[in-house]
């Protein structure tokens, strides 16, 4: 089965600093793997997505995220924080054909002015 | 170009009763999926809709049902509510069923409370 971990339940950064939001996977075979962020009483906001080639993805808002398949991890970064990323983020994989997204628990980001 | 609508977007029920949730597609989008999110949770899959039928279903009990219709909007149903149905309802949509790379667009959710 097909799981993903968001080990941190909230992320702290000043406005400015660099972000890091980390996610591993587990899964058999070769995963598509997706960065989400949700704002309050909102939808998810599809941000980048991996499905093969470069290592680094480059995304929605100045996001990127690291593919590195020997330590199955999928880690969200941006450069330089805005008090406006402060959202939920989600990491999802898709294993299968069709739109079943195994979603992690979710991480809270607070960008401090 | 309108994206993922829903309805309605909040919802008080009683436990015991029956509820439908609605959902239209962003435009051009053919494929139409649900997830339940319970309160500082990550989305769970319930079940995807592709020319008008089920086609994956998650780890959810038969009083979750739904439907696609021709123009591709979709309903979930749910019946004899529990208090553990209060979650935030997303539908998910996006083009052709057996694309895996292509991402869902999320619509705002509808918030169901049971009570």
């Known amino acids: 089965a097909q799981s993903v971990a968001q080990p941190e339940d909230q992320v702290n950064v000043a406005e400015g600093n660099p972000l890091t939001v980390k996610c591993t996977y587990s899964?058999?075979?070769?995963?598509?793997l997706f960065w989400y962020v949700q704002y309050p009483n909102r939808g998810l906001q599809f941000l980048l997505k991996?499905?093969?080639?470069?290592?680094l993805v480059k995304g929605s808002y100045g996001f990127e995220a690291e593919f590195n398949k020997s330590q199955t991890s999928f880690h969200l970064k941006k450069p330089s924080a805005l008090v406006s990323d402060s959202a939920l983020y989600f990491c999802?994989?898709?294993?299968?054909?069709?739109?079943?997204?195994?979603f992690g628990g979710g991480t809270r980001v607070l960008v401090k002015p | 170009d309108a994206g993922v609508t829903q309805s309605p977007t909040h919802l008080i029920k009683t436990r015991g009763q029956q509820v439908t949730l609605r959902c239209s597609p962003k435009?051009?989008?053919?494929?139409v999926s649900w997830y339940q999110q319970a309160l500082g949770q990550g989305p769970q899959f319930i079940f995807q809709?592709?020319?008008?039928?089920?086609?994956q279903r998650g780890n959810f009990p038969d009083r979750f049902s739904g439907h696609q219709f021709p123009n591709y909007s979709s309903e979930l149903n749910v019946n004899a509510l529990l208090l553990g149905d209060s979650a935030l309802y997303l539908c998910?949509?996006?083009?052709?069923?057996?694309?895996?790379?292509?991402?869902?667009?999320f619509g705002n959710g509808t918030r169901l409370t049971v009570t």
């Open positions: 998910a949509s996006s083009w052709g069923d057996r694309v895996r790379r292509s991402p869902l667009h």
């Open positions: 899964v058999s075979g070769n995963p598509y």
């Open positions: 991996y499905i093969t080639g470069d290592n």
């Open positions: 999802a994989v898709r294993m299968t054909a069709g739109n079943k997204l195994t």
């Open positions: 435009s051009g989008h053919d494929t």
């Open positions: 809709y592709y020319e008008e039928e089920e086609r």
